[in-house]
């Protein structure tokens, strides 16, 4: 099992950047795939962007072009820059890990999930 600790959420302005980490614990960090999901209130959680644990990409179409995900294994810490930022992108940010997982966009094949960081985009 990892444990997930997420940090860096706020409120910033349309077009503002932030820079999403999330920490885990566990040896079997550099062996999953890690994903960032987002969601708001009455919806689902929606798949954001996701790395391999070789360090392959993945993103929605929402995001792409804007958002960057990158995995430091030697820190145990995944990221989420974040850069023009719209309204829309409002929403609790997760962090997710998958165990020797192919990456995926379907967040029932992630195991672990952190608690969240709130990110407001004002217009």
């Known amino acids: 099992q990892v444990q997930l600790v997420e940090s860096g959420g706020g409120l910033v302005q349309a077009g503002d950047s932030l820079r999403l980490s999330c920490a885990a614990s566990?040896?079997?960090?550099?062996?999953?795939?890690m994903g960032w999901f987002r969601q708001t209130p009455g919806k689902e959680r929606e798949f954001v962007a996701a790395?391999?644990?070789?360090?392959?990409?993945r993103y929605a179409d929402s995001v792409k072009g804007r958002f960057t995900i990158s995995r430091d294994n030697a820190k145990n810490t995944v990221y989420l820059q974040m850069n023009s930022l719209k309204p829309e992108d409002t929403a609790v940010y997760y962090c997710?890990?998958?165990?020797?997982?192919?990456?995926?966009?379907?967040?029932?094949?992630?195991?672990?999930w952190g608690q969240g960081t709130q990110v407001t985009v004002s217009s």
């Open positions: 790395i391999s644990w070789i360090g392959n990409t």
């Open positions: 566990g040896r079997t960090f550099s062996g999953s795939t």
């Open positions: 997710a890990a998958g165990l020797m997982v192919p990456i995926t966009v379907e967040a029932r094949r992630y195991a672990d």
